[in-house]
């Protein structure tokens, strides 16, 4: 079983839409909580961040956490076509950055 | 400038050659990685440095080796490479290692194809 898993998609939704993106986690001593995304050809870039449990929002992203189930979701309101990106979860135990693990990305496309 | 550069932006190369990929970063940051990302896969961390002293070397193989002259360069370099090594080599650096808000900041990567 991986530590993190994250359906690669794609994804495709309308422009206006709500988008929930998941990953689930097997280690239950994870507490540092992260979303990058990824355009085409780009690096990664740091999106949210979340530490331990609850609710995060920032504009259109909330981030949510919920430990108890292993289970993190980032939502977008309100879809825009410049969201469409690969958008990777990241975690870990100790807030070591070297010991980042990240699932392997959901492709997202929102269409005009 | 921005910050993480990361040159060349592609690079095809015979399994028989040697190549350097060269990653800089203007943000002051005392801590360097150099990830891999093949397709479908998530990001793989190759090798660490903090203040120029490799921490992390995820068992990779021989036929890469990091470089890290100083706290702003980082060089991954390549010899003898398997097709299965082509991917996307990303370079990242972050303010320090030990602290859970202290982001990576990413380079836009090496497209590696190894023919």
């Known amino acids: 079983q991986k530590e993190v898993e994250q359906d690669p998609g794609p994804l495709s939704v309308p422009e206006g839409a709500i988008v929930s993106l998941n990953c689930t986690y097997s280690?239950?001593?994870?507490?540092?909580f992260m979303w990058y995304r990824q355009y085409s050809r780009k690096g990664p870039e740091l999106l949210m961040y979340t530490y331990s449990s609850g609710n995060k929002e920032d504009g259109r992203f909330t981030a949510q956490v919920d430990k108890s189930s292993k289970y993190i979701s980032l939502f977008i309101r309100d879809s825009q076509p410049s969201d469409s990106a690969t958008y990777l979860c990241?975690?870990?135990?100790?807030?070591?950055?070297?010991?980042?693990?990240f699932g392997q990305g959901t492709t997202l496309q929102v269409k005009p | 400038e921005t910050g993480v550069t990361q040159t060349p932006r592609h690079l095809v190369m015979g399994m028989t050659n040697k190549k350097s990929l060269k990653c800089e970063q203007h943000l002051g940051h005392n801590a360097m990685y150099w990830y891999k990302q093949s397709a479908k896969k998530p990001l793989e961390l190759m090798f660490v440095?903090?203040?120029?002293?490799?921490?992390e070397n995820n068992s990779v193989p021989s036929r890469f080796s990091p470089e890290c002259p100083n706290s702003s360069h980082l060089f991954l370099h390549l010899h003898t490479l398997q097709p299965e090594d082509s991917a996307l080599y990303l370079c990242?650096?972050?303010?320090?290692?030990?602290?859970?808000?202290?982001?990576?900041?990413f380079g836009n990567g090496t497209r590696l194809t190894v023919t």
């Open positions: 990241a975690m870990s135990a100790t807030g070591n950055t070297g010991k980042l693990i």
């Open positions: 990242a650096s972050s303010q320090d290692m030990g602290q859970g808000n202290s982001p990576l900041h």
């Open positions: 280690n239950s001593a994870f507490q540092y």
């Open positions: 440095y903090s203040l120029e002293e490799r921490v």
